[in-house]
C-alpha cells in the first residue's frame, strides 16, 4: 500500500498546471485557440493533471479538496478530456479556462499560502 502524497505537493501540481495553461493562452483568442491543436492539447494535458492531482488530493484528504471550488466538476472534466475526448468543444474548453480558470487559480494560491 502506498503513503498518500503530501496534500501540498498535490496542490503545488495543480498550482502550476493552472498558471500554464494562463499562460498557453495569454492573449489568444477562442479562434486561435480553436485552431491551434499543440496549445488545445497542452491545456487538455494540464487539465488532466489538474484533475488527476485532485482526485488524489479528495482520495487522501477530501475535507481539503471540498475546499477547493467546483472539485467534483474539475474531477469529472479530466474524466471526460481522458475517456470521452470525442465528445469535447474545443469552445467547452475554452468556456472553462476563461470562466472558471481564473477562481482555480486564486482557491490554490489561497490553499498554499494558507498551509505554507
Known amino acids: 500500500m502506498s503513503t498518500p502524497r503530501d496534500p501540498r505537493i498535490l ?5 502550476n498546471g493552472a ?8 492573449g489568444i483568442s477562442d479562434s486561435e485557440f480553436e485552431e491551434n491543436d499543440l496549445i488545445r492539447a497542452a491545456v487538455e ?4 493533471i489538474i484533475g488527476e492531482a485532485l482526485d488524489a488530493l ?8 471540498a475546499r477547493i471550488s467546483n472539485f467534483r466538476q474539475i474531477i ?3 474524466h471526460l478530456l481522458n475517456h470521452h475526448y470525442s465528445k ?7 468556456t472553462t ?14 490553499l498554499l499560502t494558507e498551509l505554507g
Open 19 to 26: 498558471l500554464a495553461i494562463a499562460q498557453f493562452v495569454d
Open 45 to 48: 494535458r494540464k487539465f488532466s
Open 76 to 78: 469529472n472534466f479530466r
Open 88 to 94: 469535447v468543444e474545443s469552445y467547452t474548453i475554452w
Open 58 to 65: 479528495f482520495k487522501s484528504n477530501p475535507d481539503l479538496a
Open 11 to 15: 496542490l503545488w501540481d495543480m498550482n
Open 97 to 110: 479556462v476563461k470562466d472558471d480558470l481564473p477562481k482555480l487559480i486564486e482557491n490554490l494560491s489561497n
